[in-house]
Nanobody, 123 residues
Framework: QVQLVESGGGLVQAGDSLRLSCVAS????????MGWFRQAPGKERKFVAS????????YYVDSVKGRFTISRDDAAHTVYLQMDSLKPEDRAVYYC????????????????WGRGTQVTVSS
């Protein structure tokens, strides 16, 4: 059983940056593909970014390409989401997820989820 705990959210202004962290415990972190998803108020949870085992491949939703960067530190059992040039439409609860299979853009492709961290961007 893998436990995931996100942190790093907060209230920022448009154009600011935040770095989200997700620390994993209870499993072999290096063997999991990792993803970030977000859920805006009243909307469905959606894919943001993913990173494969050993960080060989990264994928992003089009709306964050060039602004967000996903990375992982296997020694620290942590995956990061660096968010630059934040926009009000980035406001959401951000969730970290882990998969024992190949990374996916689908929620159902992930086995474990964190509880989320709130990101609010004011205009």
């Amino acid at each position: 059983q893998v436990q995931l705990v996100e942190s790093g959210g907060g209230l920022v202004q448009a154009g600011d940056s935040l770095r989200l962290s997700c620390v994993a415990s209870g499993g072999t972190f290096s063997s999991y593909g990792m993803g970030w998803f977000r859920q805006a108020p009243g909307k469905e949870r959606k894919f943001v970014a993913s990173i494969s085992v050993r960080g060989g491949s990264m994928y992003y939703v089009d709306s964050v390409k060039g602004r967000f960067t996903i990375s992982r530190d296997d020694a620290a059992h942590t995956v990061y989401l660096q968010m630059d040039s934040l926009k009000p439409e980035d406001r959401a609860v951000y969730y970290c997820a882990a998969t024992a299979s190949h990374v996916s853009k689908r929620l159902a492709g992930y086995d474990y989820w964190g509880r989320g961290t709130q990101v609010t961007v004011s205009s």
